[in-house]
């Protein structure tokens, strides 16, 4: 798994689990190093499928669904959607994984994208990446 693809999964994944916008989760796991530990343990372990990291991530964070509410139930979706706009956002600025995560997070249209009742997550990515450099 590469590394945008395993940015994104654990993100949405995570968002889906605690009914948390997934730009807020992202940048949540960067202010806490947990962007950090991610992409380090993807160095050691490269070869390791997405249920790997989702096991680290519940080991470090207790990762069981809590919340009450589903506002965040289209995350597979928006994982979907968010490797292409991120994938191009990485090629057109030179970044790495981390870095296009960080600004595709950090931006206004990822909070609409976070949000199902917004539908954003049915856009098409090239609507989505317009979007995010407009800004």
């Known amino acids: ?14 968002s889906h689990l605690k009914n948390i916008p997934g730009n807020k989760v992202f940048l949540s796991f960067d202010k806490n190093g947990m962007v950090k530990t991610l992409l380090e343990s993807r160095a050691l ?13 519940d ?3 207790a990762m069981e669904s809590d919340a009450e509410e589903n506002a ?3 995350y597979a979706e928006r994982t979907a959607l968010l490797l292409d706009v ?10 790495d ?14 909070e609409a994208v976070a949000e199902d009742f917004t539908k954003y997550y ?12 407009k800004e």
């Open 1 to 14: 798994m590469d590394e945008l693809t395993m940015l994104i999964s654990c993100t949405e994944y995570y």
């Open 45 to 57: 372990f490269p070869d390791m499928d997405l249920e790997f990291y989702i096991g680290m991530l």
């Open 59 to 61: 080991g470090l964070m």
């Open 72 to 74: 965040y139930a289209h």
């Open 86 to 95: 991120i994938a191009r956002i990485a090629k057109k600025h030179h970044m």
């Open 97 to 110: 994984a981390e870095e296009a995560c960080r600004m595709y997070y950090a931006s206004r249209t990822a």
């Open 122 to 133: 049915q856009k098409s990515p090239e609507e989505i990446y317009e979007a995010v450099e």
